[in-house]
Each structure stands twice: as structure tokens, then as C-alpha cells.
């Protein structure tokens, strides 16, 4: 079982939908929370830290919650340029500071 | 703004040669990290260096060794390459003491072993 879990989709859903993806993560250890964001054959690009309070960028809200050791992800408005594979991200600091990705969700809109 | 560097950005190899590999981090970053991504799979941290010093190994293989500089550029050596080792190598770079979050990840390397 993986350390970070994720739905790998494929979302399709057409333009201006809401879509949400979720995450889980095994290691209660895990500190920081990362959503990042890949396009095909690129690197990861930093989409939003999550916080326990949630965090919103524009169309993108993001939420954890530590004691189910869950993290969201909600889009609004979805654009063409949404389209991208969405990896979920933790952080386990007791041993350095890794990056454990989930093998991410990906999305598709549509017009 | 300056992002993480890496050269070369593709790579053709024979097995049982040798490749490296070069990171160039954002300027002030002084820890860089490696992970290898493989067709259809996720990034899997390989080795990290803060200050010049390794910090925290991941599942690296002992054929693969790699170095941070004074100018904290990083070379990841990799040698007696396998076909296995095809996959696309990420740098990332953050600031601070490891522990610190937001890592930013460079273009990669696309590394090809025939």
C-alpha cells in the first residue's frame, strides 16, 4: 500500500464544472502538505501548500484534515488549462525533508 | 523569475556506460534534491545535500553517487548504467534548513538507456 493514496481518475468533466480530488496519507508522522501540479513529460510545478485551517488561491481551495489524515483539493470553474495530472504531496521531516508523492489524479476538461 | 536549472536536458546512453547529471538551484536555495520518475509512475526521492553535505538518501542505487559544490550545484554520477535507469530526473531546490517546505523542481532530465 502506498504512503500517500490517491484516486488516479482519469476526472473528465467540461468546462466551468467544480471538481474535487481527495487524498489519504498512512504516516501520522507526515507535517507539511503539498498539492503540485504536472503536465505531461514536465516537472512538478507548486500548486498550494494545505494547511489545517485550508487555504484558498483564486479558483483553488484546499483543506486537511490531520485526524482522518486527509487532504483535499477543490477547483471551480475549471478552464482547458486545468488539464493535468494533480499530485498529492507529504512531507516527512523526521527524515529530512523528502517529498512522498501520491501517483496523482488526473484531469481532463473538456469544452 | 530564476528557476531551477538542469543540464543536459535529454540524454541517450548505452548500458554499462556512465552519465551525469547537473542541477543548478535557485539562487540563495542551499539544499537540492533528486528524484527519479519512471514511465507512469511517480517521482521517487533519491538523495538530498544541504550546505554541501548529504542530508537525508533515499532509494538511491549504489552504482548512482552524487555531490553538492561550493556554488551548491549538484552532479548526480551514475554509472554501469540499465535499461531500468531510463526514466526522467528531477532536481528540486528549497531554502533553509531540511525541514523546510516548498521544494521547486527543475525542468528534468530525460535520461535514455538502449
Known amino acids: 500500500r502506498k504512503e500517500v493514496e490517491q484516486d488516479p481518475g482519469p476526472f473528465n468533466v467540461p468546462e466551468g464544472a467544480t471538481v474535487a480530488f481527495n487524498c489519504t496519507y498512512s504516516?501520522?508522522?507526515?507535517?507539511?502538505f503539498f498539492w503540485y501540479r504536472q503536465d505531461c513529460r514536465k516537472e512538478p510545478k507548486l500548486l498550494m501548500s494545505v494547511y489545517s485551517s485550508g487555504n484558498e488561491d483564486g479558483r483553488f481551495t484546499a483543506q486537511l484534515n490531520r485526524a482522518s489524515q486527509y487532504i483535499s483539493l477543490l477547483i471551480r470553474d475549471s478552464k482547458l488549462s486545468d488539464s493535468a495530472t494533480y499530485l498529492c504531496v507529504v512531507n516527512r521531516r523526521e527524515y529530512g525533508n523528502k517529498l512522498v508523492f501520491g501517483a496523482g489524479t488526473i484531469l481532463r476538461v473538456k469544452s | 523569475a530564476a528557476g531551477v536549472i538542469q543540464s543536459p536536458r535529454h540524454l541517450i546512453k548505452e548500458k554499462r556506460e556512465t552519465a551525469t547529471l547537473k542541477c543548478y538551484p535557485i539562487p540563495r536555495h542551499d539544499t537540492v534534491y533528486w528524484y527519479q520518475q519512471g514511465p507512469g509512475q511517480d517521482p521517487q526521492f533519491l538523495i538530498s545535500?544541504?550546505?554541501?553535505?548529504?542530508?537525508d538518501k533515499g532509494s538511491i542505487p549504489d552504482r548512482f553517487s552524487a555531490q553538492q559544490f561550493s556554488d551548491y550545484h549538484s552532479e548526480l554520477n551514475m554509472s554501469s548504467l540499465e535499461l531500468g535507469d531510463s526514466a526522467l530526473y528531477f532536481c528540486?531546490?528549497?531554502?533553509?534548513?531540511?525541514?523546510?517546505?516548498?521544494?521547486?523542481f527543475g525542468p528534468g532530465t530525460r535520461l535514455t538507456v538502449l
Open positions: 545535500f544541504y550546505e554541501k553535505m548529504q542530508s
Open positions: 528540486a531546490s528549497s531554502w533553509g534548513t531540511p525541514g523546510r517546505d516548498t521544494q521547486y
Open positions: 504516516n501520522s508522522a507526515s507535517q507539511s
